[in-house]
Each structure stands twice: as structure tokens, then as C-alpha cells.
């Protein structure tokens, strides 16, 4: 039953500290996926993110917990286990499982207490070091584990007829368990076997009451029953063994095992009783948790190098745009300039693909139809997967429209073209396929982290070589390819994968060896949303601006000369800023009018955006315009999309940033805001 703590609930409610604001931290569907209640906490103990599991279970709100102390729902792990919490949390964080033998309590919000065991996971985020603690109420069984144990002490003092009504007692309890629980000798013969048992492994108790427990064990792990049952011979226990366990028809199932001794009236150990869960929804769940870490760190590298490396491109564009203006068109070195200006283009493409994989990549998303743009496309997949290949496409929907980047949207199949022609050295099929597809809340579960709703479904087959699970599991990391050296730059599907994820879409790839490869795209159905607008724009004569002020704010000191020098052969006069600070400085002491501030999205000490919310204060009228190679985080604390600020993706041509300069200056209202 469950203990009344006087009071705790009130306490509880009480001095209650601030909400702290930590955004997504970890992917929701996932946390929500893993049937334990998940609990997220720094390495203070403070809970910063839980699931709806966690809410179920401790009968708080969400927003009741988040900010609190881990204390708040398992007070009996500090009071009585305080080094767990500082290996666990501070010291080593590591994975682990903590309640056998720990006596864990969880505090419900009504102050009553219940039996738990907690597993203990580290995970990095940017915003530091967390740990999940998956936490689960073993209320059933503990009652479970005491039933038995009395009704074995009780066992040794009755009569035959009060030996029968325990024994039918002990096997209505072990048989009213969700879990497999299985006797056996210390042979490892199967002496009982209970209805959790049958509908876990499949086979029925006549099937296997006398047969041996290996029966249950992967061919692969020939050493692991002998090892355990050598250790219950020791008068051991094993508690929470992870392992694997294959049932009647073949499937391989993660569980988790706590086995322990059976004694007989004598003390002595006469066989071993086996408790086993099904985990493998919860161990799958966990991987894929993982690997969208390991994503999103990757992601990170790849979007920090490309953004150190748009810097050095814009360098060498901007020197090519002003040497180009300064020789003839038949001097010879203007060859070599051109030379310059294609590979810097070259480069630029390369970390284009690095930033859409990273997702941050600032995109120019459009309501437009996918049948529309695949059937642009299909004019230039037909030479490229040559006259062997055999392109069709399958419209379903008479429209499908999504709200994406059209450019982005080409190069997912594009990229996924070139991968199929390579996979398809003689020939065979190359197949476009759309479709509208809605996904209810219970199939979002099962397959996270999607979310319920109705999405466009494209579809990108070939009847090619096909992969095996392990290419398969790696084929999104940004440079890992199968094909030889000086083939390939590994960035392909890595590519696909984070414009997929940046439009909000979901990818899945099936793939066996000799039977092709499917890539299936998720993307959120824009139908409810008005018609693709018309994207071309009449080019506007860019004149010269003659007493036109701008503050530069720039901390690369080479790509700021140079911009500089650009900008004053338009007629503009340039004030310089080394950085988001030096900006500010020259902002708040100066009277003189700023038209507009050209400014670096990340620099030192204070980002763009930030300086430009700032310069909205002094200077109301103040235009802004932004350029970046790379603006991380700030994609997601600053819509770039829907500012009205526009933004010069580096590395940038001289004609586009006077055009976007240009376009500021003549728009109407504020500047900065």
C-alpha cells in the first residue's frame, strides 16, 4: 500500500522556483515513446524536461515540475543514497540502473510513496551535460516478490492440505504478472513456466515445462545461462540483466532479467527463479535517441566548419569582383580570375551541402507543389540517369503541395538520382512516386520522432545494388560514402537528411542487398495554405548613393576592408565597427545619421541580431541588413524568414549585396525592428 507522508505535498507547492526556459532539448516524440516516466535533469538535479509518462505517474503538471528538483519526486535517492547522486550526476555520470537492494521511493503529488527503480542515462545537449532518469513503479512487483517469499516460508510449516492451497496460491500470483517469470533447476531445466511467460516467448507451458532455458537463448551467447545459473549456485542474485531472448516464431526480443535463488525447507539452493520484461520498444527508442544526438552533434561540426570556411570564400569573391573591374576583358590574368571565381563557387556549393545537412542553412521556404516541381525535375534526371535507366513517375494527388525551398527540394532528388545511377552500373528503374498519407497519434508513437498529421509523401526508388543494416545505419553521416576514393564527397544523403528535417519533414530508407533502395520523405502538407506564388522579380538599375551612411559591422578584418571598398566605389560612406560591441559603442555616442547597418549575424561579444534589436532604440529609422556564413542557433531565436531583414548568405557577389543594400533603403517603415 502507499505511505502517507504528512504534509510534503503542501511543502511541495511551496517557494516553488523559477520556471527556467530551456526549449527543446531532447526530440519530444522520443521522451514520449519510452513507456517509463523520463525525467531530464542538469547536473544540479534540476528537471528541465519530462514526458506526459512522468505526468501520469507522479500526477503533476508539466509546468509544476519543470525548474524543481529531482528531490521533488524521488526524496528518498538524496537522503539515503546521497553519493549516488553525486557520482551519477556531478562526478561520473554514466549509465546505470539504481533500486536493487536501494529501497527507492517516489513522492506522488499527493505525498503518498511507491517503490521504483531508476536507470540513469548521460546525454550531451548543448546547453551541457543532462542525465535521463528513466524511472518505473515496481509496486506489482515488489507485492509480487513479498507473496512469494512468505508464501516459500510458509511452505516449510504446513500440512499437505495447507501445502496445496499455498501452492495454488503461489501459482494464481505468479500467474496474475505482465511478466515472464520462470522456474528452473539449477541444471537449467524450466520447472514452471506463467501466462506473462507464454505471451512474451509464445511457446505454452507443455512446451516447455522440462525443456532446457537455453531454448530461449540466441545461438551466439552459448556462455551466458551457465554463467548466471553459476552465480544463483553461489547464492547470488542478478538483477536487471540485459539481454536477448528469442520466441516461437523466431523474433529476437531485448529483455531484462532479475533472477534469483530458490532455496527448499533446508536453506539449500535448489533451482533459481527468472522475472523477465519486455524492453525492446524501450531499447529501441533509446538507440534511436542516440543516434539523433550523434546527428545533431555531427551537424554541429559540419555546420562550424562551413561556416569558418564561407568566410574565407567571401574573401576570395570579393577579391575577384574587385580585380575583375580593374584589368581588361582580354588581359590574360582575366582568365586566371575566373579560374579563382569557379573555384571559390565550387567551394560555396560544398558548404552549402554542409549547412543543409546541419540545418543551418537559412532556407526561403514557398508554398509550392511537389508534382510541379518533380516534373521540372524529371527534364534533368532523363540524361542524367542515362538512356539504361528507365525514369517514371507516379502523381498520386492531383496537387501536393508542401512549404519548402524549391532549389532544396531539386537537390533531394538530384542527390538521390546520382546515388541511384551509381547503384545501377547496367541499368534498371528509377522511380518518382507522391502521395497524401495522414498518421493518427497511435502510429506517431510507434514510429518517433514523427508527429501525427497529414503529410505529402515522396517516394525515391531504384532497382539498384540495394545495402546492407550497417550502411544502412551510417548512409546520413556527413562524409561516409562506399564508393572509391575521389568518388564521391560523402555528403550526399547527409545533404537530404537535413533539408528533410529542416522543412519538418521525416525520412526512413529500405534497402536490402540485391533488391534496390526506397528512401521515403515526410514532408508537412501545406494544402490548407494558399497557391505557390510566382518567384521571379524584374532586376531593378542600381544607382549610386551619394551621401548614404553605413555602419559596417564586421569582426573578419580582411572581408571587412574589403566590403568597405565596395560599398565607398558605390558612393556610400562607410563607418567601420570590429565588432558587435565596437557597433554598439560608436552607436550610443554618436548623433550622426546612420542610414543603414550592415552587420555579421555571429560575432564576438554581441551577435547581429541583438545589436540590431539595440540600435532600434537609438536609431528607429536605422535600415538592417544581415550577412552570415553560418548563424547557427539563431535560426531558431531569430526568424530570418519573417524579420523583413534581409540576409547575404556568404560567400555573396558584389551585385547581390548592392541589390539587397538597395531594396533596404527604399523600404518603407522602420528599419531595425
Not at 155 to 176: K, P
Not at 302 to 311: K, M, Q, S, V
Amino acid at each position: 500500500m502507499p505511505r502517507k507522508t504528512p504534509g510534503r505535498a503542501k511543502r511541495a507547492r511551496s517557494s516553488r522556483p523559477a520556471k527556467t526556459t530551456v526549449g527543446k532539448l531532447l526530440p519530444p516524440r522520443l521522451l514520449e515513446a519510452i513507456p517509463d516516466a523520463i525525467v531530464a535533469v542538469d547536473q544540479k538535479g534540476t528537471i528541465v524536461q519530462i514526458n506526459s509518462q512522468t505526468e501520469e505517474l507522479f500526477r503533476y503538471q508539466r509546468d509544476e515540475l519543470i525548474g524543481r528538483s529531482i528531490e521533488t519526486l524521488v526524496p528518498e535517492r538524496f537522503r539515503r543514497h546521497h553519493h549516488h547522486h553525486r557520482e551519477g550526476y556531478v562526478e561520473q555520470p554514466k549509465i546505470r540502473r539504481m533500486g536493487a537492494g536501494l529501497d527507492l521511493y517516489g513522492v506522488r503529488r499527493d505525498g503518498s510513496e511507491f517503490p521504483v527503480e531508476i536507470s540513469l542515462s548521460p546525454v550531451s545537449t548543448e546547453q551541457g551535460m543532462l542525465v535521463l532518469s528513466a524511472i518505473r513503479d515496481i509496486s506489482d512487483r515488489k507485492k509480487i516478490e513479498q507473496d512469494l517469499r512468505r508464501a516459500h516460508e510458509e511452505l516449510a510449516r504446513r500440512t499437505d492440505q495447507q501445502l496445496w492451497e499455498y501452492r495454488t496460491q503461489l501459482a494464481s500470483i505468479v500467474d496474475s504478472s505482465d511478466d515472464a517469470i520462470i522456474g528452473k533447476t539449477l541444471d537449467g531445466v524450466i520447472t514452471s513456466w506463467n501466462r506473462g511467460a507464454e505471451r512474451l516467448y509464445g511457446y505454452t507451458r507443455e512446451e516447455m515445462i522440462g525443456k532446457s532455458i537455453t531454448r530461449l537463448v540466441p545461438k551466439d551467447r552459448p556462455d551466458e545461462i551457465p554463467s548466471i545459473l553459476q552465480r544463483i549456485r553461489l547464492g547470488e542474485s542478478v538483477e536487471h540483466y540485459e539481454s536477448v531472448r528469442v520466441t516461437k516464431d523466431g523474433r529476437h526480443l531485448e529483455v531484462s532479467l532479475s533472477i534469483s535463488p530458490i532455496r527448499d525447507s533446508d536453506g539449500k539452493i535448489s533451482g533459481a527463479s527468472a522475472i523477465g520484461r519486455d524492453i525492446t520498444n524501450q531499447k529501441r527508442t533509446e538507440s534511436q535517441l542516440h543516434q539523433a544526438q550523434k546527428m545533431e552533434a555531427v551537424g554541429r561540426l559540419a555546420g562550424g566548419i562551413a561556416h569558418d570556411f564561407n568566410n574565407v570564400l567571401a574573401i576570395i569573391t570579393a577579391c575577384t569582383e574587385l580585380l575583375r573591374d580593374r584589368i581588361g576583358a582580354q588581359d590574360v590574368s582575366a582568365q586566371f580570375i575566373g579560374n579563382i571565381r569557379e573555384a571559390a563557387n565550387r567551394g560555396s556549393t560544398l558548404t552549402k551541402q554542409l549547412l543543409a545537412f546541419s540545418r543551418r542553412q537559412v532556407v526561403q521556404p514557398l508554398v509550392l507543389d511537389v508534382n510541379e516541381r518533380l516534373k521540372e525535375v524529371s527534364k534533368l534526371l532523363r540524361p542524367l540517369m542515362g538512356d539504361d535507366v528507365e525514369v517514371s513517375m507516379t502523381l498520386k494527388p492531383a496537387t501536393a503541395l508542401v512549404e519548402a525551398d524549391p532549389g532544396q527540394l531539386d537537390q533531394i532528388v538530384l542527390n538521390l538520382a546520382v546515388n541511384a545511377r551509381d547503384a545501377m552500373p547496367r541499368g534498371g528503374r528509377f522511380m518518382l512516386e507522391t502521395a497524401i498519407v495522414e498518421f493518427d497519434e497511435t502510429f506517431a508513437r510507434e514510429h518517433p520522432p514523427m508527429a501525427a498529421g497529414k503529410y505529402v509523401q515522396l517516394s525515391v526508388s531504384d532497382t539498384g545494388s540495394g545495402m546492407d543494416a550497417v550502411t544502412v545505419s551510417r548512409i546520413f553521416e556527413p562524409f561516409f560514402t562506399t564508393k572509391e576514393v575521389g568518388k564521391g564527397t560523402g555528403l550526399g544523403l547527409a545533404t537530404v537528411y537535413g533539408i528533410v528535417r529542416q522543412s519538418g519533414g521525416y525520412i526512413w530508407v529500405y534497402s536490402e542487398p540485391g533488391h534496390g533502395t526506397t528512401f521515403k520523405m515526410y514532408l508537412p502538407s501545406a494544402n490548407h495554405k494558399m497557391r505557390p506564388a510566382s518567384t521571379s522579380e524584374a532586376e531593378a538599375p542600381l544607382p549610386k548613393r551619394h551621401g548614404t551612411t553605413i555602419l559596417l559591422a564586421e569582426d573578419d578584418n580582411i572581408m571587412r576592408q574589403l566590403t568597405r571598398r565596395m560599398l565607398e566605389e558605390q558612393g556610400y560612406t562607410i563607418l567601420e565597427a570590429e565588432d558587435g560591441q565596437a557597433a554598439l559603442k560608436y552607436v550610443e555616442s554618436t548623433r550622426q545619421k546612420i542610414d543603414l547597418m550592415l552587420t555579421d549575424v555571429m560575432m564576438r561579444g554581441l551577435s547581429g541580431p541583438e545589436l540590431a534589436r539595440r540600435l532600434s532604440t537609438s536609431h528607429p529609422n536605422t535600415k538592417v541588413v544581415y550577412m552570415s556564413g553560418y548563424t547557427g542557433d539563431l535560426i531558431a531565436q531569430h526568424d530570418f524568414s519573417h524579420s523583413g531583414i534581409p540576409l547575404l548568405e556568404k560567400p555573396f557577389t558584389r551585385v547581390a549585396m548592392l541589390k539587397a543594400i538597395h531594396e533596404a533603403l527604399e523600404s518603407s517603415g522602420s528599419g531595425s525592428g
